[in-house]
């Protein structure tokens, strides 16, 4: 199991950023994905899950700022963030668990400042 995450970068407040998780070695479409930041002296923290079927729920911080989708022809799953403030500022990844085994992509860094 691979994940390859991108889209990071330095943003001003108000900002927008979209995120991109390309997934392969598992069968995509069976499987729940995931976004989890972790800020610098802080605990890794779920954003966003999106299901099987592309439903999705969110942490309740970022609730009406970002949004997760998937598109199962491309493996990949996204993360639109809009609305960015100083506090997004983390690493995110891209997760998800197949046969009950946790997988993290690489990790890419969103800076929000002015």
């Known amino acids: 199991v691979q994940l390859q995450a991108s889209g990071g970068g330095l943003v001003q407040p108000g900002g927008s950023l979209r995120l991109s998780c390309v997934a392969s070695g598992f069968t995509f479409s069976n499987y729940a994905l995931s976004w989890v930041r972790q800020a610098p002296g802080k605990e890794r923290e779920l954003v966003a899950t999106?299901?099987?079927?592309?439903?999705?729920n969110y942490w309740d911080s970022v609730e009406g700022r970002f949004t997760i989708s998937r598109d199962n022809a491309k493996n990949t799953i996204y993360l639109q963030m809009n609305n960015l403030q100083p506090e997004d500022t983390a690493v995110y990844y891209c997760?998800?668990?197949?046969?009950?085994?946790?997988?993290w992509g690489q990790g890419t860094q969103v800076t929000v400042s002015s």
């Open positions: 999106v299901s099987r079927t592309g439903s999705a």
């Open positions: 997760n998800t668990q197949v046969r009950f085994e946790p997988y």
